[in-house]
């Protein structure tokens, strides 16, 4: 057979559909790979979290942060109209800043930057399994982990008192756009019936 007859039949015709059809299969089987990596990476950080979240009332909201990530993240999926994989090589970068977060929060002991380095590396590795299209629809989802992170030790205690008095500020006006008779007393709401007073656990 010659040359020419060679490429003319099917099946050196069918190649590079092939090949075209199994680069998808890589890229999703890497992508999955890599998503199994960051979890068994991560699953101490998530333990931790979950400790503080059971035991700290004003973080109790973070089992909500990763089910609404979650939500946000099929919705931009769906939105993306099947746009097809273009990995790129700078996700190395974004995840290897990430994992730089990851150690210093080590080093350090510091929950907060183990919890925030999370999405950091979520977003390497889609951007580079994924391709920027992707990682862009993605961003805000994967940001919105940052709300799984505690905030710093010492901190909480000096946003305490700023957060509950705006906590009062926007209770004050929510009930009087309701048409109740409120009237604020620095953190104590007064009703005609009864005197709210707004704790360090209602400041969120």
């Known amino acids: 057979m010659s040359r020419h007859e060679e490429l003319a039949s099917p099946s050196a015709a069918a190649r590079p559909s092939a090949l075209g059809a199994s680069r998808p299969r890589a890229e999703t089987t890497a992508a999955v790979a890599l998503g199994v990596a960051a979890l068994a990476l991560y699953l101490p950080v998530l333990r931790d979290l979950v400790s503080v979240w059971l035991r700290v009332t004003y973080y109790s909201y973070g089992f909500l942060v990763p089910l609404f990530s979650a939500y946000l993240a099929r919705e931009a999926w769906n939105a993306s109209d099947g746009a097809p994989p273009r990995p790129a090589p700078a996700g190395l970068l974004v995840t290897a800043a990430g994992l730089t977060t990851l150690a210093l929060g080590i080093a350090t002991g510091s929950l907060s930057l183990r919890a925030l380095s999370l999405p950091v590396v979520l977003l390497g590795l889609v951007l580079l399994t994924l391709g920027p299209a992707h990682a ?11 709300f799984m992170a505690p905030l710093p030790e010492g901190a909480l205690p000096a946003l305490s008192l700023p957060l509950q008095r705006l906590a009062a500020l926007v209770a004050e006006h929510a009930l009087g756009a309701l048409g109740v008779a409120v009237t604020r007393d620095d953190l104590y709401l007064r009703l005609p019936s009864v005197t709210l007073h707004v704790t360090e656990a209602c400041n969120g």
């Open 136 to 146: 862009r629809r993605l961003a805000f989802p994967i940001g919105f982990l940052v």
